[in-house]
């Protein structure tokens, strides 16, 4: 029992307890729920009815717009510059509303209600928290306003008028079929006067978007409630209607427009055939086929409205099409057996038919033109076959970038006849040069005979002088007078020794080969330059070999390369600190090898120089059986190399009548082949095969220089191949046959066909690579013809 007043205690404790939870969650569920303004326009489709209707709700805003009062309450709109926006709905008799302007940031505690459609809250309490900047108003069109994401919004609206409806709560006006004004007023208020307001006029206000939709759903019926008629203005009438006015400008500015176009095209027009010409005559006045490019690599991009241009000239010789570039850059060649892939097939192709071709669009083109990867490949091309005298000369091709184009007709047209000009340029090119060499060959042959005419008449005043000078001195013997005697028959036969040189050099006869003495050749150059050295501080080291050293050939021709290697040699030395040249000479496997090595830095020649000389020497030497070559290593003195084939002492005693007499005419006599191949292998092994039969070989690059050289002396043999370049080979035999014992056509394999039409009369044709039998069965052919006396090249040089 005495537990009775404890257990009452405890009971009495846990309904306090729980009353008391229960008092704060009542006091929790009537506390605001704190949101903000785009939380409290959330809706729930699909009648879109609000979120937290009904509950008490703590907003905070600025307000954007004055207070509008209907004829039973008012309402004024906030928002929190972040989209979001709110209307708080009063009592008309409610006057706290009309306390706000916009710009005052308020916080409100309030239910949240629902009136036709718009979301309100019926404030409770409204604290002022202080005064920002108003709200902007958004720049919407009739069509856009229709969104429930903008109720509450400030907008500003522009539209045209279409009617106006009075109501008993306002005026409605309707813009564009779309948009709706609406001006409440409270019950008391008359209607404002828009009589001065037409259909058509332009409207412009700003008022807070607004709801009215009495049925589900509540997304229809969205206006603007504005505030003061005076918001809204018209424009004044234009005199002309703007669309009008507008088409009229236009039609005005499009038709100057086109007079300005046509005006400027036919400008063009007139202007193009004007430079093309004047193009077409520069080009025909170029000194070369580079001078070409570049100049129509400047003018044809304004002329034809293009992006590059690439000139190709054909080689007669490899059957290729060569590019002529401008920087000395690497040279392009397209072989027309079997074109590569991309944009030089299309030039193959404008060769082989002769034709202009036109690739407008480099996707759609019949040819393969995609190239290597990484290549940049023109939208269109135009490829213009170059003609002269009715033949192709190359092709010139025009590139466009950046756009795919169709070249017109007359655009074509002027580039045929501009590609025509380039072909007779070029070929007039061609033509200039071979005259050139002809008079230049001519001129050194009338020196030639000038000077051979001179020392001619020299030769004999000097032999009697020498003459005059032994018996002189044979009768002073021992006598006063026995030096000076000495001394005027010593100079007498230096003089005779240099006009002998120089007949060797330029006389018009022809000798036969004799032994030279290589050691002596040598020495007597030495001592011939050996003065002028002295002079300019040059050392010579005479390194040549005691024993003599025969080779079987012209001493004057030998001379006169030694000599030229010697003087290039001395002049490589002028800026060189050390001035030293040694001249070596020596024997192996039947090879004289004779070095010139001078003690100039490598690479201080002039190229072009180096390569005139080496030129020059080259022919001459291989007319004996040699070869000559330039050794330029790093840390050693640059030198030229001379390798001749010793002749054997059966060879010296054969040709040894030849000192005293001409040597008569029999099989074992050297003769004399020109050799026209631009291959330089098969070129190298027809000169080895007819020197080690005793041939001089002359060889040169192209039919041209060969028929000129056929002009000056006479071959026993002429080798030509069918790929020579310069005049084809049927015309070259039929210009050539008369001036040579026999023509030799050198063709690409066995043909039976060409065999049976071509030879016949001293003609033959033989296959490469030239088989030493076929090669020795021609030449017994040709010495059993019945050969003139062999008449050796006078002067290479020349």
Known sequence: MVSSPIAGALKLGRMVFFGA??????????????????????????????????????????????????????????????????????????????????????????????LAGTIVIQPQNISVLGRKPAPAAIDLSPAAVQDLKYLGRLVHLRG????????AAGTQIFLDGQAKLFLPRPQDQPAPNFASFAAGDDIETTGVAHLYSVRKPFNRGFELLVHEPDLLHREKPWVVPPVVLASGICMVLAVAFLLWSRERRLGKQRDRPRKTYQLGEEILGAASATDIVKRIGEALPEILGITRVHLFVYNRSGRTLDEVTVDGGETVSIPLGSPPAGTRAGAAACFHYRTLLVIPDIDRSPFPMAGKEGERTPHSLLFVPMMAQGEVVGVLELDQD?????????????????????????????????QEQLFRTEKLAAVGRLISGVVNELQTPLSSISELAQRALEKSHAGAAEREVAAIAAEARKAAGMVARLVSFAAAEQVEARPVSIGALLKNLIEFREGDWKASGIRVRDLTSSEPQFVLGSQGHLEQVFLNLLVHAEQSLAEAPQKIITVRTSVLAKRLLVEIAFSAPPGSGKPEETAAVL??????????????????????????????????????????????????????????????????????????????????????????????????????????????????????????????????LLSDGYDAELAGDFEGGNRFVLPKPVQEAELERVLRSIERGGMAKVIPIKDVVA
């Open 21 to 114: 939870m229960a008092a704060l969650l009542c006091a929790a569920a009537d506390a605001p729920l704190k949101l903000s303004l785009a939380e409290l326009s959330a809706r729930t489709p699909p009648a879109f009815t609000p979120v937290y209707l009904g509950r008490t709700v703590k907003v905070r805003g600025v307000v954007n717009h004055t207070a509008y009062h209907f004829p039973e309450y008012t309402i004024i709109a906030m928002e929190d510059g972040r989209g979001g926006a709110a209307i708080l709905k009063a009592a008309l008799d409610d006057t706290r509303l009309d306390a706000f302007s916009a710009g005052e940031d308020i916080e409100v505690t309030g239910t949240v209600g629902f």
């Open 160 to 167: 045209h008028l279409q009617h106006i409806a009075d109501t």
């Open 402 to 434: 950046d756009r795919a184009r169709d070249f017109k007709p007359d655009e074509q047209t002027l580039a045929q006849h501009l590609g025509n000009q380039i072909g007779v340029a070029i070929r007039l090119l061609d033509q200039r040069s071979v």
């Open 615 to 744: 030129g020059v020497t080259r022919s001459v030497i291989a007319g004996h059986g040699g070869e000559v070559r330039l050794i330029e290593k790093a840390n050693t003195e640059p030198r030229f190399e001379v390798e001749l084939p010793v002749s054997s002492s059966k060879e010296r005693i054969q040709a040894a009548p030849a000192q005293g007499a001409a040597a008569p005419a029999d099989s074992a006599r050297r003769l004399t082949g020109l050799v026209i191949e631009p291959d330089e292998a098969a070129q190298r092994q027809l000169l080895a095969l007819l020197a080690a039969r005793g041939y001089r070989v002359v060889p040169v690059p192209n039919a041209d220089t060969g028929l000129e050289l056929a002009h000056r002396m006479r071959f026993d043999a002429a080798f030509c191949s069918v790929h020579a370049p310069g005049l084809n080979w049927v015309e070259l035999s039929e210009r050539m046959h008369p001036r040579v014992g026999g023509f030799v």
